[in-house]
């Protein structure tokens, strides 16, 4: 069974940086298309970025050139590299397997003076 674990939130000042982890046990993660999605309150689950088998990857509009999301075959882990935080950006982070819609648990992401 697939599993996802992410790790690497926590509370940090507008403009700060963080950087987010997402552990894959249960399979081998190198042909799939993985993913970030954040959703904060009251608001809907948006797409932060993904990143394909061949490490094509994509942003969504809001992150675009602040975020980078990367992975790392030989540790099963994909991770998210945010920078230049705003208040906006907080929310949970969730890992996401696309392909069969497997998630995580999240990870809190805060961001305020």
């Known amino acids: 069974q697939v599993q996802l674990v992410e790790s690497g939130g926590g509370l940090v000042q507008p403009g700060g940086s963080l950087r987010l982890s997402c552990t894959v046990s249960g399979s081998t993660f190198n042909m799939y298309t993985m993913a970030w999605y954040r959703q904060a309150p009251g608001k809907q689950r948006e797409l932060v970025a993904q990143i394909t088998s061949r490490f094509s990857t994509n942003y969504g509009d809001s992150v675009e050139g602040r975020f980078t999301i990367s992975r790392d075959s030989a540790k099963n882990t994909v991770s998210l590299q945010v920078n230049s935080l705003k208040p906006e950006g907080t929310a949970g982070y969730y890992c996401?397997?696309?392909?069969?819609?497997?998630w995580g648990q999240g990870t809190q992401v805060t961001v305020s003076s």
């Open positions: 996401c397997l696309p392909m069969y819609d497997i």
